[in-house]
T-cell receptor, first 111, second 112 residues
Framework: GQQVMQIPQYQHVQEGEDFTTYCNSSTTLSNIQWYKQRPGGHPVFLIQLVKSGEVKKQKRLTFQFGEAKKNSSLHITATQTTDVGTYFCAGLTSGTYKYIFGTGTRLKVLA | GAGVSQSPSNKVTEKGKDVELRCDPISGHTALYWYRQSLGQGLEFLIYFQGNSAPDKSGLPSDRFSAERTGGSVSTLTIQRTQQEDSAVYLC??????????FGSGTQLSVL
């Protein structure tokens, strides 16, 4: 079955450092979404990417969708303590409506 | 309502008992998802409802798990003869035509 892996599993950074998480799918995706889950909270939608090679920015966050539509990345510039949480990608395969979530990357930011 | 509502927020049950978890999606959202999240883990897909179409049940882990969605709105996830490995947070999400998912706060299920 379809699998979506994320690396790294954990990342500790000093406040102000950059952070990147990578998402890889075993199958080609029709679109990919990114979610953030704060400790003790539920996942909250960040962004959706649809086109091959697409790049989107939200303030300090940059999202990319790979040319083959099988991988994606989230990059945070100059992390802040408010960035703490677990970041999940969620991929959708063409012909289905079943979002398969990645394994997640837990980010800790040290002040 | 303003968001996805799930009840109860916490449920403690004894092994072998049946439990029902409820999800009230955002009004007008046609798609409804159930996911399971074990402590510190990712989200495991369970089941998906879209309008009047047959649900996608491919993620249900065993025949002890079932779900229904009445009138295209409220959904109930039922777990029969609960086992300790069923302990997890059960998350419900709704969306408009499978666009971005809006999650509820989840039900923390503990099976003793």
């Amino acid at each position: 079955g379809q699998q979506v892996m994320q690396i790294p599993q954990y990342q500790h950074v000093q406040e102000g450092e950059d952070f990147t998480t990578y998402c890889n799918s075993s199958t080609t995706l029709s679109n990919i979404q990114w979610y953030k889950q704060r400790p003790g909270g539920h996942p909250v939608f960040l962004i959706q990417l649809v086109k091959s090679g697409e790049v989107k920015k939200q303030k300090r966050l940059t999202f990319q969708f790979g040319e083959a539509k099988k991988n994606s990345s989230l990059h945070i510039t100059a992390t802040q303590t408010t960035d703490v949480g677990t970041y999940f990608c969620a991929g959708l395969t063409s012909g289905t409506y079943k979002y398969i979530f990645g394994t997640g990357t837990r980010l800790k930011v040290l002040a | 309502g303003a968001g996805v509502s799930q009840s109860p927020s916490n449920k403690v049950t004894e092994k072998g008992k049946d439990v029902e978890l409820r999800c009230d999606p955002i009004s007008g959202h046609t798609a409804l998802y159930w996911y399971r999240q074990s402590l510190g883990q990712g989200l495991e897909f369970l089941i998906y409802f879209q309008g009047n179409s047959a649900p996608d049940k491919s993620g249900l882990p065993s025949d002890r798990f079932s779900a229904e969605r009445t009138g295209g709105s409220v959904s109930t996830l039922t777990i029969q003869r609960t086992q300790q490995e069923d302990s997890a947070v059960y998350l419900c999400a709704s969306s408009l035509d499978s666009e971005k998912l809006f999650f509820g706060s989840g039900t923390q299920l503990s099976v003793l």
